[in-house]
């Protein structure tokens, strides 16, 4: 068990009607699968993704809200090893730095889940990244030491949230439920046996695009 | 291919925010398996469906609005045989009726999909059984006969859903997405190698309970 005061939070997922957080077919081109970009046009549509991403021109209300809520107090970030990049098996070299550019929107410690070794390194803004091989609860103690106090954010994918569901870590988990059917790809609640044990919807509100929806811990 | 202008039609189908529309352990004392009486609050509070199967003493609202649409020019049902029973296998005797009791809330022609022959039998008010063991296409051809212009409703479970989506013979699935997780179960989308094709979402509208959904075909 680790000890800690700071939640792991998974925040700002995009899920489709079929229960799908990417599409099948991730590559270069499409990094989150066939179909799925359309999963996140309620994020890039806010303020505050905009702020963060984008030129920080963005609609204020329900969905900014949570988009809001979801930058507050994290301190550092873990996310899997397909969602830092479309590289598989050992990293041939370093040149795959993210798919964020030169100036990352993490501004934190982001800790990479891999069965591979590879060096941290640093980008501008603040942001560096961490692989780790040693499995989610390494990572978690790893992150939690890094975010000094604040909370972290699991960013995904699929699989990484999965890990920390099964491992009981994970302490919230607000989905986007989104008006479209993927009709394959990742399922958020998948590899569970059965849906999530231990967790229940504390919160589900509506925007006229998707439906919020927050899970915590019993 | 059926030759019809009817619509195959389910509706008022209550899933959790896992995907399931049933819950484990189905039994005679829990028809909808443990847990599952939860998703259907929504719809026994309405004007609509304490009309057709209380006191006629109930809210009105969006969810009345869906309740009442589910209602309108149906003129058949079909219905699993664990929809219509607890009885597995060959049936024993004609002793087991359903669950709705002298009078049910039918009033027409009901198709339920069985392996094993039994004879048609009627109750009051209208609605007679039927039991159909030559698939679900036959099923759907007698009651779009029986329906005489009129829509038919599928009415579950998830077994008898999932056929009529793999065979692309359903028109409509409006779902009502319920904040509870069930976690185990019968899910809605399951054993259709992903998700549902050739649907999309004509509609998303959320009411204090819940968020209703309305899928068609493509």
Redo the contacts between chains.
């Keep these: 068990m680790i000890d800690r005061m700071a939640k792991l939070r998974a925040t700002t997922i995009s899920v489709?009607?079929?229960?799908?957080m990417a599409g099948p077919d991730q590559s270069l081109d499409n990094p989150l699968g066939v179909g799925a970009l359309d999963l996140h046009q309620w994020l890039f549509g806010t303020k505050s993704w905009q702020a963060s991403h984008g030129d920080g021109v963005g609609a204020t209300g329900v969905d900014d809200d949570f988009a809001a809520r979801a930058n507050e107090n994290i301190g550092a970030t873990i996310m899997g090893r397909n969602m830092f990049g479309p590289v598989r098996g050992p990293w041939p070299d370093d040149s795959w730095t993210g798919w964020w550019g030169e100036n990352p929107p993490f501004h934190h410690d982001v800790f990479v889940l891999s069965h591979h070794p590879r060096e941290s390194f640093s980008l501008d803004g603040g942001t560096t990244f961490h692989f780790v091989t040693d499995g989610p609860e390494a990572a978690l103690s790893q992150a939690v030491a890094a975010a000094d106090g604040k909370d972290v954010r699991v960013g995904g994918g699929a699989s990484a949230i999965q890990q920390y569901l099964r491992l009981g870590l994970l302490d919230e988990l607000h989905?986007a439920?989104v008006?479209?059917?993927?009709?394959?790809?990742e399922r958020i609640?998948d590899h569970l046996d059965?849906?999530?044990?231990g967790?229940?919807?504390a919160e589900?509100v509506?925007s006229p695009a998707v439906?919020h929806?927050r899970?915590v811990r019993d």
């Design positions: 489709s009607l079929d229960g799908y989905m439920i008006p479209v059917l993927l009709a394959a790809g609640f059965g849906g999530p044990t967790y229940r919807c589900m509506s439906t929806v899970l």
